[in-house]
């Protein structure tokens, strides 16, 4: 059984558009979180959600928003997709509240998003 | 603030000989310390992680890191590389959110 499953695994699209990643996990964690991995790897938080309610936003363009229908889900919908928004978007959950804490973040396999 | 800093962006060892992954951080509060493990075309995995008891962690895959208070460092090491051990290594502070550095590309030659 896949712990943290994302759908679709790769996205490609034209700019302008508007797509959505989906994120379920089966752990029954209470926190979940999306990350942006650029082409340099590097990975970066952008949201985080304890029991759907939003406790971290970096500082990412509204563009992005962020959608909780139960703990188990949490979904990233992208209006108006730009070039630079080509990464790859992890999501992630782990059990506790969030914050300052030593739970372990169980990560997604991935979406990789390909803005043309 | 707080943040971590990979020394090497890639280190190639040979199939049998020591790995030495190098992270250092900076934190203004007592650290919670992690090393991710990425295969490629996969999302992350657990190495290990400091979490204030002992100062030698242990991992899986038969990694390990010593948390270094005076040297600000928690470095991972392996006694004997695996060809499987090839992947991008993450290193991580907790505060309010999980900060990873830039991460270090493992290679194994056989």
């Known amino acids: 059984d896949t712990a943290v499953s994302q759908t679709p695994k790769y996205l490609v699209t034209q700019m302008g558009n508007d797509k959505s990643i989906k994120c379920e996990q089966n752990?029954?964690?209470?926190?979940m979180y999306w990350y942006k991995q650029d082409s340099k790897k590097f990975l970066k938080i952008m949201f985080s959600?304890?029991?759907?309610?939003?406790?971290i936003n970096e500082t990412v363009p509204n563009r992005f928003s962020p959608k909780s229908p139960d703990k188990a889900h949490l979904n990233l919908h992208i209006n108006s997709l730009e070039l630079g928004d080509s990464a790859v978007y992890f999501c992630?959950?782990?059990?506790?509240?969030?914050?300052?804490?030593?739970?372990?973040?169980?990560f997604g396999p991935g979406t990789r998003l390909t803005v043309l | 603030a707080q943040s971590v800093t990979q020394l090497g962006s890639h280190v190639s060892v040979s199939e049998g000989a020591l790995v030495l992954l190098r992270c250092n951080y900076s934190?203004?509060?007592?650290?919670?310390l992690f090393w991710y493990v990425q295969y490629p075309n996969q999302g992350l995995q657990l190495l290990l992680k400091?979490?204030?008891?002992?100062?030698l962690v242990k991992g899986i895959n038969g990694f390990e890191a010593e948390f270094k208070k005076s040297e600000t460092s928690f470095h991972l090491t392996k006694p004997s590389a695996h060809m499987s051990d090839a992947a991008e290594y993450f290193c991580?502070?907790?505060?309010?959110?999980?900060?990873f550095g830039t991460g270090t590309r493992l290679t194994i030659i056989p």
């Open positions: 992630a959950s782990s059990q506790g509240p969030g914050g300052r804490s030593t739970d372990t973040q169980y």
């Open positions: 752990l029954g964690h209470d926190t």
């Open positions: 959600y304890n029991n759907k309610e939003l406790i």
């Open positions: 934190s203004s509060v007592p650290p919670y």
């Open positions: 400091y979490t204030s008891a002992a100062t």
């Open positions: 991580a502070v907790m505060n309010e959110k999980l900060t």
